[in-house]
């Protein structure tokens, strides 16, 4: 159990995320958590930006921790309802993806193992509250990254998907990239940090990084830190299915960083021109379109850290 457990805990669970539904299994995590003496509520949502909603009524309430159950699309509902709040957000796993999950490095075997769930929850048991940055695009937060370009696209192609769909888990995105690579537009991009023109040419992709993991695949920011008040930039260059592929294999195998055609920047505001105009999306949900200013809010939001998420992730105390 936490050294300091919680009294108050509000619980949003999207039952639209994920592969399968899993409202047995919270009802279960539940019961345990009002076992050990904690006021416990859940409440479901309904719509796109509820989570948000329902998370600001639970700070505005006084509710110590904001748990989601859902994906990272829920996660970053969630915290844009919190960014500011003394209110602390955990989450249970019940995504596809999953990445903040991972991120954290809480289990996330629920689409095939029955106490998956029961596994992360004893992990939030422990877990330790941190003020930790988060980056902001056109007034949205987010916690992973912003995504420009190619994969901005395919997250504007895949969403809302149906549960058929996430049931595939990452091939139906590598499928989709690999289709909509072959087609996409030869992007110029000019990239701005701190002021400063870093970057302008053809590129397939602009991420800017909050956190380390990306897809829950790959590290593409190995370097960045949660709480350091700085972004992450990298710039994949490059046009079409063959560099789409290119940048895939070296990302997965973690050599991404020194291909001559990636570019790594870091600083606290980004902008991002492009031409033609792209999509842009922020934790795998599509937000608007080029330009956008990209900014990171120093320690605003305060998550729950288990023990099993790496110390690299903060800087040192």
């Given at each position: 159990m936490a050294m300091s457990a919680p009294?108050?805990?509000m619980v949003i669970y999207n039952p639209a995320a994920g592969p399968r539904d899993v409202l047995r299994d919270l009802e279960a995590i539940l019961q345990r958590w009002k076992g050990l003496g904690w006021s416990v509520l859940l409440r479901r949502t309904e719509h796109p930006g509820m989570a948000t909603d329902l998370a600001r009524e639970a700070a505005l309430e006084g509710f110590d921790w904001v748990v989601t159950a859902g994906g990272?699309?829920?996660?970053n509902e969630v915290a844009n309802g919190i960014v500011g709040m003394p209110t602390a957000l955990g989450v249970?796993?019940?995504?596809?993806g999953n990445v903040w999950a991972k991120q954290l490095g809480l289990p996330t075997p629920a689409l095939t193992h029955p106490y998956g769930l029961l596994s992360a929850a004893r992990l939030l048991e422990a877990a330790a509250p941190r003020a930790i940055d988060v980056g902001r695009a056109d007034g949205r937060y987010f916690l992973l990254w912003a995504g420009i370009g190619l994969d901005a696209q395919v997250a504007q192609h895949m969403e809302p998907r149906d549960r058929n769909t996430k049931r595939l888990g990452a091939l139906a995105y590598l499928i989709a990239a690999a289709m909509?690579?072959?087609?996409?537009?030869?992007?110029r991009a000019t990239v701005i940090v701190d002021g400063r023109r870093r970057m302008r040419g053809r590129t397939l992709v602009v991420l800017v990084a909050n956190a380390q993991l990306y897809g829950g695949l790959v590290r593409i920011a190995p370097q960045a830190v949660l709480d350091d008040?700085?972004?992450?930039?990298?710039?994949?260059?490059?046009?079409g299915l063959p560099w789409a592929?290119?940048?895939?294999?070296?990302?997965?195998?973690?050599?991404h960083l020194q291909d001559p055609a990636v570019k790594f920047f870091r600083?606290?505001?980004?902008i991002v021109e492009t031409h033609p105009v792209v999509p842009v999306q922020v934790d795998g949900e599509p937000i608007g379109q080029t330009p956008m200013v990209f900014e990171v809010v120093p320690r605003a939001?305060?998550?729950?850290?288990p023990p099993t998420a790496p110390a690299a992730l903060f800087a040192a105390p």
């Amino acid at each position: 159990m936490a050294m300091s457990a919680p009294r108050r805990v509000m619980v949003i669970y999207n039952p639209a995320a994920g592969p399968r539904d899993v409202l047995r299994d919270l009802e279960a995590i539940l019961q345990r958590w009002k076992g050990l003496g904690w006021s416990v509520l859940l409440r479901r949502t309904e719509h796109p930006g509820m989570a948000t909603d329902l998370a600001r009524e639970a700070a505005l309430e006084g509710f110590d921790w904001v748990v989601t159950a859902g994906g990272d699309g829920t996660v970053n509902e969630v915290a844009n309802g919190i960014v500011g709040m003394p209110t602390a957000l955990g989450v249970l796993p019940t995504g596809t993806g999953n990445v903040w999950a991972k991120q954290l490095g809480l289990p996330t075997p629920a689409l095939t193992h029955p106490y998956g769930l029961l596994s992360a929850a004893r992990l939030l048991e422990a877990a330790a509250p941190r003020a930790i940055d988060v980056g902001r695009a056109d007034g949205r937060y987010f916690l992973l990254w912003a995504g420009i370009g190619l994969d901005a696209q395919v997250a504007q192609h895949m969403e809302p998907r149906d549960r058929n769909t996430k049931r595939l888990g990452a091939l139906a995105y590598l499928i989709a990239a690999a289709m909509i690579a072959r087609d996409f537009p030869a992007m110029r991009a000019t990239v701005i940090v701190d002021g400063r023109r870093r970057m302008r040419g053809r590129t397939l992709v602009v991420l800017v990084a909050n956190a380390q993991l990306y897809g829950g695949l790959v590290r593409i920011a190995p370097q960045a830190v949660l709480d350091d008040g700085q972004l992450d930039i990298c710039v994949f260059r490059g046009m079409g299915l063959p560099w789409a592929i290119r940048h895939f294999i070296n990302a997965f195998g973690g050599r991404h960083l020194q291909d001559p055609a990636v570019k790594f920047f870091r600083g606290r505001r980004v902008i991002v021109e492009t031409h033609p105009v792209v999509p842009v999306q922020v934790d795998g949900e599509p937000i608007g379109q080029t330009p956008m200013v990209f900014e990171v809010v120093p320690r605003a939001l305060r998550i729950l850290v288990p023990p099993t998420a790496p110390a690299a992730l903060f800087a040192a105390p």
